[in-house]
């Protein structure tokens, strides 16, 4: 570390420390640990150029930790001089502004400029000599642990400056918790290179308040935005144009004085508004500590270098998948323990529970009702409230999904909070927004069997204090297994605005100079933020036992097949990889199984021959959710072993070409990430690696592909990489073989959804399909909507559902994957326009 020290700076260990500084570094040192950001400061410097530190608040306490941090990242010292200029300046450090007092902390700026004046006047002086200026931002009680004590979340770190005998109180309590944050250098030599002849002293002026605005993005990113009382906020809400508007236009057409419109606008204000604490979420994450080693073996975190990067000068919408109750305080506790601001969460009103609410309220969530629909002042106040927050550059959460999946598929996005985010960024695009997708995935759910009922027909039970009670008991006697959070690639809002309308910037709050591009705008933005949450999903050792288990007919397999198509499906995604931020459990093959018995999810049945392992009753239609997780990345795979379950031979092309024909609809239902072309080429890898792998083999100079017999290990292999989507297959087929058993003009779209629940109900009954999703309403109602949006069908003037003779056609192409027996009998099944209920029964409604 010296000898890093000596090559920095040849004067770095000759600090000039008075012994009382000295003596009061060595009594603090027991009480402080450090954490430096990054870990390795040094690989930032440029070797033999002298340092000059710049922090943003005097005081001894940040000298000392600033000396520290820096002996021990072996960085040239802030007590030494800067040797070789002519300066009066006796230390290579400076502060932005002082503390004064001993307990309020009143501030007065101190004016950096003189040190400034003199680093520049020493470098004009000498031409050949430069200095480079770090920023260090110094943070006391920043990252809680579990052996830290209740009392200090009182003095954590935030933006009010405080005394010293406050500072002092801080350091005793949280000084074990301190982070030191060392930004990349700026050269002083470039800077005076770049003024161009600028006047001295307005170039002093301008790289202090270049500092000063670094230090409150850094603050911002690690500690949150400045935020006022809560009371502030609403009154800002309030007095905007357009609520009071909204109110004038309340009180006229309800017939009330404008003081009674106005304190419901202010009610409805107070309902939503957050009330953002420091201390009460440093309090949360310690009894989040304590929960989440009780429920779970562990968190793991991936791709949160790249969220560090962008987050400082942006407005941060993270837009997680929504699995679980558990989605947002994870992602919340996880962002604390990193270093990163919690977000505001928009929360829905039915978790605004007597006791919960508030503690979530403080905790930085906001409330929203499920519809705005018949009340105009609460959607304009809410707007405005959503506005406020992104003007004031608070990073947002929410579930773009508008409720948890029951499937474990990602459902189809709405785009209400998109729209008002976007709207409030085009109303004052101060800082550029990011939005940030967020995958979570699990080994098991609190909520599963409540999952089923509800897939089943069973009503959803209603949130209430006394079940939240009940349902702690409960979950604190079971292992949820291991869960990860992984970022995707960040969704940036400019980019894609200049893409969709170049003139967004003159559109500002004029609503009809943007109605042609908007919709667009929004449809898009939601699109690509699934796609990337689907993109940087997680592979867990339970989701792949089982998308092989339930691939099975019986959801039973010999162990030996087991294993062999567990290391067949790792193989794939690493020799195939479906994007760099996937994450696939290390585990072996023999290691995941071992992993599922311990879990409960498997049962392994002894036999001489050799055992079979099952998975049996409830615990088969759970697995499907986990299945449902990662059914994208083998969703090619998939495909091309679907094309040989009924064939031995086919050619390359008529893949490729049913393939195109199909890729639409599969895009649509798992937020697939290529265009028709990118999936053309997809599955000649696929093909290729098939081909490697012996499961195929080709001929004809690549133009013919061959399985080999039905009953060998390459052609069973085949068959449960297919099954894994063949429900999907299935689903299409039921809707297409509706409409054309019905006839054209005969069947409006609500009707032909309800034949389709209908008929994959009964055909899960007669073919014991363990999967309430394959009934599942949103499904066919998703598949409708793209066939109407391709042209295949499209409404006439009543409504019915109209198509073209080619339709029978497309029907035929499925006894390239569907049997004739099954084939033969959904036909049978689906009900004809006579025999067509208006409602399937409830038990056939499951859905999200």
Request: net charge positive.
């Amino acid at each position: 570390m010296d000898t890093m020290q000596q090559h920095l700076s040849p004067d770095a260990a000759d600090t000039h420390a008075p012994w009382w500084f000295s003596l009061l570094g060595r009594l603090l040192e027991p009480w402080l640990r450090l954490k430096r950001d990054p870990a390795e400061p040094a690989a930032l410097l440029k070797p033999d150029v002298p340092v000059c530190y710049v922090i943003e608040r005097h005081g001894l306490s940040d000298a000392l930790i600033l000396e520290r941090a820096c002996r021990e990242a072996g960085l040239p010292s802030p007590l030494a001089p800067i040797r070789g200029l002519p300066l009066r300046q006796r230390r290579a450090m400076f502060a932005l502004s002082r503390r004064d007092g001993w307990l309020l902390g009143r501030t007065r700026k101190r004016n950096p400029r003189e040190a400034l004046r003199q680093l520049m006047r020493a470098l004009e002086a000498q031409s050949g000599r430069d200095v480079q200026l770090v920023p260090v931002a110094i943070y006391v009680g920043r990252a809680p642990n579990r052996q830290s004590g209740w009392f200090s979340v009182l003095f954590s770190e935030n933006w009010v400056v405080v005394g010293r005998f406050r500072r002092l109180l801080a350091l005793l309590l949280n000084g074990r918790d301190t982070v030191v944050h060392f930004s990349p250098p700026v050269s002083l030599r470039q800077v005076l290179d770049e003024a161009g002849g600028e006047r001295p002293e307005r170039l002093v002026r301008k790289v202090s308040r270049v500092l000063r605005a670094h230090f409150r993005r850094i603050r911002a990113a690690v500690i949150g935005p400045d935020l006022s009382h809560r009371r502030t906020v609403v009154d800002s809400v309030l007095n905007a144009e357009p609520v009071r508007a909204a109110i004038a236009a309340t009180a006229a057409k309800e017939r009330i004085s404008y003081a009674r419109a106005w304190r419901r606008a202010q009610d409805f204000a107070l309902e939503i508004a957050a009330d953002y604490s420091h201390p009460v979420v440093r309090s949360a994450s310690f009894l989040l500590s304590w929960f989440w080693n009780k429920l779970y073996d562990g968190i793991a975190m991936h791709h949160l270098d790249s969220l560090r990067a962008i987050a400082p000068g942006h407005e941060v919408v993270y837009v997680p998948c929504h699995r679980s109750h558990a989605d947002y305080l994870l992602l919340s506790y996880q962002l604390y323990q990193s270093g990163i601001v919690v977000p505001h969460i928009a929360a829905g009103v039915n978790l605004n529970l007597p006791v919960i609410g508030p503690i979530l309220r403080r905790g930085g969530a906001f409330f929203l009702r499920r519809s705005f629909k018949g009340n105009a002042l609460y959607s304009v106040v809410f707007n405005e409230y959503l506005a406020q927050l992104v003007a004031r550059g608070v990073p947002l959460e929410y579930f773009i999904e508008g409720g948890r999946s029951r499937t474990g598929r990602l459902l189809a996005p709405r785009g209400g909070m998109l729209a008002m985010t976007v709207r409030a960024f085009l109303r004052t695009p101060r800082r550029p927004v990011v939005f940030q997708p967020v995958y979570v995935g699990y080994e098991k759910l609190m909520e599963g069997k409540s999952y089923i009922g509800e897939l089943s027909g069973q009503p959803k039970e209603k949130e209430s204090l006394l079940g939240l009670l009940r349902g702690l008991r409960t979950l604190l006697r079971q292992r949820y297994g291991r869960v990860t959070i992984n970022f995707g690639e960040p969704v940036f809002l400019t980019p894609l605005l200049d893409a969709a309308a170049p003139e967004w910037r003159q559109a500002g709050e004029d609503i009809d100079a943007r109605q042609g591009w908007f919709p667009g705008v929004i449809d898009a933005l939601a699109a690509r933020i699934q796609v990337n949450v689907n993109r940087a999903a997680d592979v867990n050792p339970i989701n792949l036992l089982a998308l092989v288990l339930l691939s099975t007919p019986k959801h039973a397999i010999a162990e030996a097949d087991l294993l062999a198509q567990l290391e067949l499906s790792k193989a794939l995604l690493e020799e195939l990889p479906y994007s760099d931020r996937v994450t696939i459990t290390p585990a072996s093959p023999a290691e995941i199984v071992a992993y599922g018995e311990r879990m409960g999810w498997i049962r392994r049945v002894a036999h001489p021959l050799g055992d079979v392992l099952v998975t049996e009753g409830d615990q088969a239609v759970l697995l499907s959710y986990f299945r449902n997780n990662v059914l994208h990345l083998f969703a090619t795979a998939a495909w091309v072993a679907a094309c040989f379950l009924n064939n031995r031979r086919m050619a390359r092309a008529s893949v490729q070409r049913l393939g195109r024909l199909v890729y639409p609809f599969l895009q649509a239902e798992l937020f697939l990430p290529w265009d028709e072309d990118g999936f053309v080429a997809r599955i000649q890898a696929t093909l290729d690696f098939f081909a490697q792998r012996g499961l195929l083999e080709s001929s004809g100079e690549g133009r013919v592909y061959q399985r080999g017999p039905g009953q060998g290990d390459a052609a069973y292999q085949l068959r449960t990489i297919a099954r894994s989507l063949l429900q999907a297959f299935e689903r299409y087929y039921i809707a297409i073989a509706a409409l054309v058993k019905n006839g054209p003009r005969t069947l409006s779209a609500a009707e032909l959804e309800n034949v389709c629940t209908l008929t994959a109900q009964r055909l899960g009954m007669l073919h014991e399909l363990a999967a309430p999703e394959f009934f599942d309403k949103s499904l066919f109602r998703g598949f409708i909507q793209k066939l109407r949006e391709r042209r295949v069908i499209w409404p006439d003037a009543d409504g019915k559902l109209d198509f073209a003779p080619e339709l029978a056609a497309v029907a035929q192409e499925a006894r390239v994957i569907l049997t004739r027996e099954l084939r033969h009998s959904i036909l049978k099944i689906t009900p004809g326009a006579e025999a067509a209920p208006a409602e399937p029964p409830a038990a056939a409604q499951g859905g999200a």
